[in-house]
C-alpha cells in the first residue's frame, strides 16, 4: 500500500506521546468533562474527513493554553526517554550477567573436557604396560622358547594375539584422540605414494575381508597429481574407512578403495555396499565415543571414536570427510587431498 504525503499526520510533539489526554487529565490540567468533548469533536472532524490534533481542539476551545500543552508534552517526552535508558540499562545488565553465566558454562565444560582427555591419556598409557608383557610372553611361547606348542596351543595362542594387537590399535587411538584434541595435530608432511599407502591397507584387510566373504578391490589412477601428506596418517584415516566397511558390510558384499586424480588435487574414497547410514545420522558418526547402535548388546564392536580421529587427521590436512549413503544398499567416505595441505 502507498501513502500520500498528505496522508501523513501533522509531525508535531504532540503525535510522539500516548495517552495526551489522560495524562492531562490525570495532572489536573484540564477536566474529564472537558476531554470527552474534545474527544467527541475530534471524532465527529474524523467523520468529516477531516484530521485535527487534539492539544489543537482543546486550545481551541479554551481549555488550556499553549504553554502549559507545550509542557505537558515535554514532561511526557522526558518520562518516555527515562523509562526507556532505564529499560536499555536492565536490558544491558541481564545481558551481561546471561553472558556471564555462559562463559562459566562453558568454562566449566572445556575443564570437564580437559579432565576427560586427560583421563583417557593417563588410561591408556597405563594399559600399554600389562599388554607390553602379554605380548612378550606370547612372542615367547609362539617362537617355541618356553616348550614345544601342540597345534592347539598355537591356535589359542594365535587368537590371543590377534586379540591383543586389537588392543593395542585401541589403546593408539585412544591416545592419538586425546592428542589432537589437545591441538598436538602436527603433520610430518612429503610427497605421498598412494601405490604404498593401498598396498599396506589391502595387506592389513585381505585377511577379514576373506573371512567374512566380501571382497575387497582398488582403484587407482596411474598417474596422479604430487600432494604433500602425512603418509602414516593418511594411512590410518584409509585403513580405519576400510575396516569400518567391512564391518558393516554383509557377507559376499564388496569394499572399493578408490584413488582419484581431479586435476591438480586427489580423491580418495572407500565406498560399500553395506547396510547405510540415515542420512540425519550423518553428523552423530563422527561424534567421539558414540555408537549408532548404542545399546550394550550391540551387534557391531568399537569404541567410537575411529571415525571421529579420522576427520580429525582429514581436517588437519585442510579438508575434510565426507559421507553419502543409501539405507540398505552402500555407503561412501571421501575427501579431497591438495598440492598445498598446510
Do not use: C
Not at 72 to 80: N, P, R, S
Amino acid at each position: 500500500m502507498i501513502i500520500k504525503m498528505d496522508e501523513l499526520p501533522v509531525l508535531t510533539p504532540e503525535v510522539l506521546v500516548p495517552r495526551l489526554g489522560d495524562f492531562l487529565v490525570e495532572n489536573n490540567l484540564i477536566q474529564s468533562a472537558q476531554l470527552e468533548q474534545a474527544l467527541a469533536i475530534q471524532g465527529d472532524l474524523k467523520k468529516a474527513g477531516k484530521a485535527e490534533l487534539l492539544g489543537d481542539i482543546l486550545i481551541n476551545h479554551g481549555y488550556i493554553d499553549r504553554k502549559t500543552l507545550d509542557q505537558a508534552i515535554t514532561t511526557q517526552i522526558l518520562q518516555l526517554r527515562n523509562a526507556l535508558q532505564e529499560a536499555n540499562q536492565s536490558l544491558e545488565r541481564k545481558v551481561l550477567l546471561r553472558t556471564q553465566e555462559l562463559q562459566a558454562a562453558l568454562n566449566k565444560l572445556s575443564e570437564l573436557d580437559q579432565l576427560k582427555s586427560n583421563f583417557i591419556a593417563n588410561i591408556s598409557h597405563e594399559l600399554r604396560t600389562p599388554l607390553t608383557h602379554i605380548k612378550g610372553y606370547q612372542e615367547l611361547l609362539l617362537t617355541g622358547v618356553m616348550g614345544t606348542l601342540n597345534p592347539e596351543q598355537e591356535e589359542t595362542i594365535g587368537i590371543i594375539k590377534k586379540a591383543s594387537e586389537r588392543l593395542e590399535r585401541l589403546i593408539d587411538d585412544l591416545i592419538n584422540t586425546t592428542q589432537i584434541s589437545k591441538g598436538n595435530s602436527a603433520l610430518s608432511l612429503a610427497p605421498a605414494n598412494f601405490a604404498e599407502i593401498i598396498q599396506a591397507v589391502m595387506a592389513q584387510n585381505e585377511s577379514k575381508a576373506h573371512e567374512n566373504m566380501i571382497t575387497l578391490k582398488f582403484s587407482i589412477d596411474e598417474i596422479l597429481p604430487v600432494v604433500r601428506i602425512d603418509q602414516p596418517k593418511i594411512m590410518w584415516v584409509v585403513h580405519q574407512l576400510v575396516d569400518n566397511a567391512l564391518k558393516f558390510t554383509p557377507q559376499h558384499g564388496e569394499v572399493l578403495i578408490e584413488v582419484k586424480s581431479l586435476g591438480e588435487n586427489i580423491r580418495v574414497a572407500v565406498e560399500d555396499t553395506g547396510i547405510g547410514i540415515p542420512e540425519d545420522k550423518f553428523n552423530e558418526i563422527f561424534e567421539p565415543f558414540h555408537q549408532l547402535d548404542g545399546n550394550a548388546a550391540r551387534k557391531y564392536s568399537g569404541t567410537g571414536i575411529g571415525l571421529t580421529l579420522a576427520r580429525q587427521i582429514i581436517q588437519a590436512h585442510r579438508s575434510d570427510l565426507i559421507v553419502s549413503s543409501k539405507q540398505g544398499e552402500k555407503t561412501r567416505f571421501e575427501f579431497i587431498l591438495k598440492p598445498s595441505m598446510v
